[in-house]
């Protein structure tokens, strides 16, 4: 009887230990024991694939008002005697996400039309960061730019580019009758960093006035999309770059380049003819 008690004392007494031991090891944290180490680090490799991947953020978080991209001077110098200096603004469900306005006017004979239309692309895990995603609605602006003109039965397309206006832009003129008058149309797609820019730009010379200089109007819509370049950085708290402004209207355009596609199909004409003044 006395030898039978001593193993069954030890044996309940190590099946007291196991479970303590058990409780401390899943309890420890105090990471001197390397099995714990372990176990820490498997844990924290697993999670790793399940985290999102980061996208780099959008540099512009809103766009200016449309109608205040350009100053009162420009309009008032590009688009004489408009109907309504302050423009007229497009309906837009999110005005910061996208916005359009649009002015014209008749000096004596000569008719002007100028619109600019803005969009803005954020980042997105999914679709992209803002840049590549305005990266890619430029270059669908462009091809839509090449792609209208010829349904209008345009002529004389030329395109090319404009240096110095945002990260890339494109400018493509032509012309086109409509009503028997002569049409110089132009339009310049530009992109600034994950905004894209699309600005139209047109005018006639009514009966007896002169129609005006393709190349000429062209100076004024780079000159005009520059400006609305500078308007989105300032609406960010962004300066402005230092040779943008008015003082462009007087340079040449030199550094652009601009070849014949009059055999290509060309330029959008939205707002390009005298009816559209009446829907504004």
Request: with cysteine; net charge negative.
């Amino acid at each position: 009887m006395h030898r039978t008690g001593t193993p069954l004392a030890r044996l309940l007494a190590c099946a007291a230990v196991v479970p303590v031991m058990l409780v401390a090891g899943c309890s420890s944290d105090s990471g001197s024991d390397s099995g714990s180490k372990n176990t820490g680090s498997g844990a924290s490799k697993s999670s790793g694939p399940s985290a999102e991947p980061s996208v780099e953020a959008a540099k512009y978080a809103k766009l200016p008002q449309p109608c205040k991209a350009l100053s009162k001077e420009t309009v008032k110098d590009i688009v004489p005697k408009a109907k309504d200096a302050g423009g007229t603004t497009g309906e837009s469900d999110d005005s910061n996400a996208r916005g359009l306005c649009s002015w014209n006017g008749l000096d004596g004979f000569q008719y002007r039309w100028l619109d600019v239309a803005l969009q803005r692309f954020d980042s997105d895990r999914t679709l992209g960061s803002g840049e590549s995603r305005a990266k890619a609605s430029y270059a669908k602006q462009v091809d839509a730019a090449k792609g209208a003109a010829d349904e209008k039965g345009a002529k004389g397309l030329k395109s090319g580019t404009a240096a110095g206006v945002g990260d890339e832009a494109s400018t493509f003129r032509f012309e086109l009758e409509k009503d028997k008058e002569d049409f110089r149309n132009q339009t310049v797609v530009v992109r600034t960093e994950n905004v894209v820019i699309t600005l139209n730009y047109n005018g006639a010379g009514y009966e007896s006035g002169k129609t005006p200089k393709g190349e000429d109007l062209l100076k004024d819509a780079e000159k005009a999309a520059k400006e609305v370049v500078a308007s989105v950085a300032e609406a960010n708290g962004a300066g402005a770059p230092a040779d943008s402004g008015k003082d462009d209207a007087e340079k040449d355009g030199k550094g652009d380049t601009e070849k014949d596609d009059s055999d290509k199909t060309g330029t959008d004409p939205s707002g390009s003819d005298k009816g559209d003044s009446d829907k504004a």
